[in-house]
Nanobody, 121 residues
Framework: QVQLVESGGGLVQTGGSLRLSCAAS????????MAWFRQAPGKEREFVAE????????DYADSVKGRFTISRDNAKNTVYLQMNSLKPEDTAVYYC??????????????WGQGTQVTVSS
């Protein structure tokens, strides 16, 4: 499994922006498909966005399409989530996740500790 450490969360007003980062401690970061999930209070964890190993394919939850952008820098072992036009309903703990190496499909088996994002109205 991969050690993942998220950062960049915080408090922002409606309509504001944040960029989350997730640093991975592996020598072959480019071997891992990556994703962001989130969990709001009292709700189940939900998928937000994912990116393939090479970064060529991305996918988003309908609720964030057009507002969030996932990207990765394999030279820095880091995946990002740029969040624009934030809404109060985006308030959640955001988690970074990785699949087993050399797979672009299937379950996510490595998770970070999460970073809190709070959007005030």
């Amino acid at each position: 499994q991969v050690q993942l450490v998220e950062s960049g969360g915080g408090l922002v007003q409606t309509g504001g922006s944040l960029r989350l980062s997730c640093a991975a401690s592996v020598p072959t970061f480019s071997s891992y498909a990556m994703a962001w999930f989130r969990q709001a209070p009292g709700k189940e964890r939900e998928f937000v966005a994912e990116i393939t190993r090479g970064g060529g394919i991305t996918d988003y939850a309908d609720s964030v399409k057009g507002r969030f952008t996932i990207s990765r820098d394999n030279a820095k072992n880091t995946v990002y989530l740029q969040m624009n036009s934030l809404k109060p309903e985006d308030t959640a703990v955001y988690y970074c996740a990785a699949r087993p190496p050399y797979t672009d499909y299937g379950p996510w088996d490595s998770w970070g500790q999460g970073t809190q994002v709070t959007v005030s109205s």
